[in-house]
């Protein structure tokens, strides 16, 4: 099941539809007071959010998501207007999985949305470690020193995918291939604020996540069991 928090009532249903041709069950909310309730009867596997809503705005109920421990590994995009860079941020950094701009095309946003639920729903079984690093896969687990650290899925799917490919470069192109299952010219700044954002939260193991200027991304020396 899927929810969409969306006031417009033309773009709710044409995404309702959109995704319920795709074969997946949606909801559609024109206020964050109606997505609470649905949300505390049940969880959905998605949530799409608006962030210019009346009431409460779309980035607030992303904060509520991402603070309660029934909901806060809620695979989350953002469907909006609202198209800056400092928007695009802002969302990612609160713990937003993806972003995506009004006007959009269909067959993009299904793309998407179809590269987060499968992302969210990997049931690979493996444990990673790299120096303080630890990663359990079926644990949906991170840990740094012993202490653990709360990811989004995005961020986990990420370091899994660097994980994956221990000691290899990989390139913005790759990682959005197969972190987000699509590449559209001008997005890969997605990625670079997606490992911004996960070297923050890894605290004293960000240094783990090396930088290749003008290719990509390195992960080296984990075990993998």
């Known amino acids: 099941m899927i929810y969409l928090l969306e006031d417009d009532s033309s773009i709710r249903e044409l995404v309702c539809y959109t995704l ?27 949530a799409i959010l608006d962030i210019m809503l009346p009431g409460d705005d779309g980035l607030y109920v992303l904060k509520k998501i991402r603070s309660s421990p029934a909901t806060k590994n809620l695979p989350v995009i953002m469907l909006t207007a609202k198209g800056t860079e400092f928007d695009k941020v802002t969302a990612l950094d609160m713990g937003a999985d993806d972003y995506i701009t009004k006007p959009f095309g269909v067959m993009e946003l299904t793309a998407r949305v179809k590269a987060v639920l499968r992302r969210s729903e990997r049931h690979d079984e493996g444990e990673y470690t790299l120096g303080e690093l630890y990663v359990s896969i079926p644990k949906h687990i991170v840990s740094v020193a012993g202490k653990e650290v709360v990811l989004t899925c995005k961020e986990f799917d990420l370091l899994c995918y660097l994980l994956d490919n221990s000691g290899i470069v990989v390139d913005r192109d790759k990682i959005l291939n197969n972190v987000w299952g699509y590449s559209f010219d001008g997005e890969s700044r997605t990625v670079d604020v997606h490992i911004r954002t996960l070297r923050s939260k890894l605290g004293e193991g960000a240094n783990l996540i090396e930088t290749i200027r003008g290719v990509g991304y390195k992960i080296g020396g984990a075990s993998h069991d």
């Not at 074969?23 to 949300?39: C, I, P, Q, Y």
Request: hydrophobic share 35%; charged share 35%.
């Open 20 to 46: 319920i041709k795709t074969g997946e069950k949606a909801v559609g909310f024109s206020n964050a007071e109606d997505f609470r309730h649905a949300l505390d009867e049940k969880i959905p596997s998605l």
